[in-house]
Every structure is written in structure tokens, then in C-alpha cells.
């Protein structure tokens, strides 16, 4: 797109539109907004309402560098760039998409993100998002203060320490084990993950917990509802219910081996696949984002997984289905892990696509929205 067509436009998303004169800290804000969002570019020279003045300053440049050094936590290095139009010179300086988050105006000691043409400062959840993509907190661990030991379903937690983590139930103080694997704090609170994994109602305290599950008799979500269940336990038992309303809400195929000596029941949606997905579902979801929850639906040709929140900032499709991982939450990852929910080393998704293409099958269709991640898959049987 040339100048003309952008200062057409107008300001965007992705577009700010500075004049000569600016104040520092105006520009610094502006710079902060894109590098804690997708990025974006500020032509200088261009006022607010798309007039093309030009820049006279000879020393602007060196006004910017210092300004993205000095100003911004932690400091930019901006692109640059000196165009001509009108006989005007105007400035182009390209903010990338920071790995750094979150980025914050230093004198004011404010965070700034971009929300249509304006920069503006986050809430609380986003402010919560901006800290995981900068890898400085898993919100994971957050303490929730209303909770406490009593809240833990003992029979869940003693399962898994003596049939998963091989630990003798009789000798060990339960609330030390809690603490030392971050689910629960010093004051005996349960975190988020402790919370989501061991106890009785996560609902109560999380209400973005859990999972909505539906079966449509069409092939969108206009059509009747065959079966509709809202599921509100700890992941572990959360993970196996999913599987068996696949089973109820599908049909299956018998195959038997060779010598027709035993029998398997092939599913419409390969079960493998579901339980992995789902589990990755509840490994990256952002736990920050509370007015969502996973959602699994069922439709007369495809299966679809909704997640709320983006994929971890330092990962995308290509990495995550080659085998690539990055876990947004990495203690409930491990606990998958251990129930044998998910692959080891991230290769669950280049199982599922090598199963897929092997059997020369529709390949499943992955959607990284900038609030939501989404996952299809097609019916294998016809």
C-alpha cells in the first residue's frame, strides 16, 4: 500500500499518524501500544487529521533512537525509514510485535496497548496476558485467597501421588507436597493449577473452569441439540468424561486384527486425537480470560475444539504441528503428562497430522485467532 492510500485510510490499528512536533513521552506511548500488540507503524509528518506537513528537524532521528532507548522498559530498537512525498519529507518508523512484554512508558510508568486507531492502557486480565507473553508470570500459579486445604478432593490428589508420582501416602504431609508443586502457596491457598486439577468444585473459585460439550443434529449451532453437558470437575477426571461423550455421540466401526481373534471399535473422530487436543486445550488456554470456557461441539460432519486465548506468544502453527512446544501452562502440562493424557516431547499434533496423512484423510483445520484457538476435525468414517 503506497502513502497516499494509508493517509486515505487514516489511523488504524496498525497506523498512527504523528506531526513534527511531538512530545516524547506522546510518541513514546504510541511506540509502547504496538510493541505490546501485533506492531504497527507511526508516520511522522502527518497530523491527526491526515495533513501532510513534512519534517524540517534535521536531528529527528537521533530524537527517536533516544526516545526508544531512554523513554520505553525495556528500551526498542525501531526501523526507520525517510520517505518522500508532496515534495514533504515524513519519517516511517515500524514498531515490531515485541518478545519482550509488556513494554511501559518509563517516566509515567504506564503500559499502553493498541485498541483500534487508539492507544490506550490495558485492564487488569489484559495487563495479567501481557506479563504471560512476556514469560515474567504463568498465571497458573496465582494464589486463589478463598481456598484452602479442605477444598482438595484427597481421594484425586492421593491417586496420582501414589499411582503417578510413586509416592507412599502414608509418609507424606500433603500440604508440603501441595506447596512444593505449586498448588497451593505458603499459606496453604490453592493456586489456579491446584484449583483446575485437584479440587472438588474448580468451578466455584474459577468460573471460566471446565468444559461446555455439545452434539448438534446439523451442521452448525442453529440446528437441534442432541446432548448438551457442562463438565465442572478437576482436569484428570475432565479429560476421560470428554472421551466418553465422543463415544455416546458417534458411531463406530468394528475392526478386527489378522485372525479376527479380537475386536476394535474405530470412532468417527479418532479418540487419540480428541484426548490430545483436548488436553492441549487446558494446557494453553489463557486462564486469564475469564468469560470463556473450552467448548467441544459435535456436528454431522466435524468435531470442533474452542480455546480462549491465542497460542503462547513465541509459538505458532508451523512450530506447534511439526512438534515444537511451548506450554503457556507447564505444571498442568506436566500433570497431563503424567496421566499419559499427552505425547511426551510436544509431538502429540505431528502424530495426529501423520495419522491423517498416512490414511490419506481430510487433515484437521487449525484457526490462531487473536482471542481464541481453534481446532476441526473432520469425520473419519462415512
Not at 46 to 71: F, H, P
Not at 133 to 143: T, Y
Not at 220 to 247: C, H, W
Not at 290 to 296: E, T, V
Amino acid at each position: 500500500m503506497n502513502i497516499q492510500d494509508i493517509i486515505k485510510l487514516g489511523e488504524n490499528s496498525v497506523v498512527e499518524f504523528k506531526s513534527e512536533n511531538f512530545h516524547n513521552n506522546s510518541l513514546a506511548k504510541e511506540i509502547v501500544a504496538f510493541a505490546n500488540f501485533h506492531g504497527g507503524t507511526v508516520y511522522i509528518g502527518i497530523d491527526d487529521n491526515g495533513n501532510v506537513n513534512g519534517i524540517l528537524d534535521t536531528k529527528i532521528e537521533e530524537k527517536i533512537v533516544n526516545i526508544c532507548r531512554n523513554n520505553i522498559i525495556p528500551s526498542i530498537i525501531p526501523q526507520i525509514k525517510k520517505i518522500n512525498f508532496e515534495d514533504k519529507q515524513l519519517i516511517e518508523l515500524f514498531i515490531e510485535k515485541g518478545i519482550n512484554k509488556p513494554y511501559k512508558v518509563k517516566t509515567s510508568n504506564k503500559y499502553y496497548i493498541r485498541a483500534g486507531s487508539v492507544s490506550t492502557e490495558p485492564t487488569n486480565e489484559e495487563l495479567i496476558r501481557l506479563f504471560q507473553e512476556g514469560e515474567l508470570i504463568h498465571f497458573e500459579v496465582s494464589s486463589l485467597f478463598s481456598t484452602s486445604m479442605k477444598d482438595i478432593d484427597q481421594i484425586l490428589f492421593r491417586e496420582y501421588c501414589s499411582d503417578y508420582r510413586t509416592l507412599n501416602i502414608e509418609e507424606i504431609d500433603l500440604s508440603k507436597v501441595l506447596y512444593n508443586w505449586q498448588l497451593s502457596n505458603e499459606d496453604g491457598n490453592l493456586t489456579v493449577v491446584g484449583a483446575l486439577c485437584f479440587s472438588k468444585n474448580p468451578n466455584r473459585y474459577l468460573p471460566q473452569s471446565g468444559i461446555d460439550l455439545f452434539c448438534f443434529k446439523g451442521a452448525d449451532a442453529a440446528t437441534e441439540i442432541m446432548e448438551m453437558k457442562s463438565l465442572n470437575a478437576g482436569i484428570p477426571y475432565i479429560v476421560d468424561s470428554v472421551i466418553n461423550f465422543i463415544q455416546r455421540n458417534s458411531k463406530a466401526k468394528p475392526v478386527f486384527n489378522s485372525n479376527e481373534t479380537k475386536r476394535t471399535d474405530i470412532y468417527e473422530f479418532p479418540l487419540f486425537a480428541v484426548r490430545e487436543l483436548i488436553s492441549n486445550a487446558f494446557m494453553h488456554r489463557d486462564w486469564s480470560i475469564f468469560g470463556q470456557k473450552i467448548r467441544l461441539s459435535i456436528f454431522d460432519d466435524r468435531l470442533e475444539i474452542f480455546s480462549p486465548g491465542r497460542l503462547p506468544n513465541t509459538m505458532n502453527l508451523i512450530r506447534a504441528i511439526n512438534g515444537v512446544s511451548y506450554y503457556r501452562n507447564p505444571i498442568i502440562a506436566q500433570l497431563l503428562k503424567d496421566y499419559g493424557f499427552v505425547e511426551k516431547a510436544g509431538r502429540g499434533l505431528l502424530k495426529i497430522m501423520n495419522y491423517y496423512n498416512n490414511n490419506k484423510l481430510k487433515l484437521p483445520a487449525f484457526e490462531d485467532d487473536s482471542t481464541f484457538f481453534k481446532v476441526t476435525l473432520y469425520k473419519i468414517l462415512h
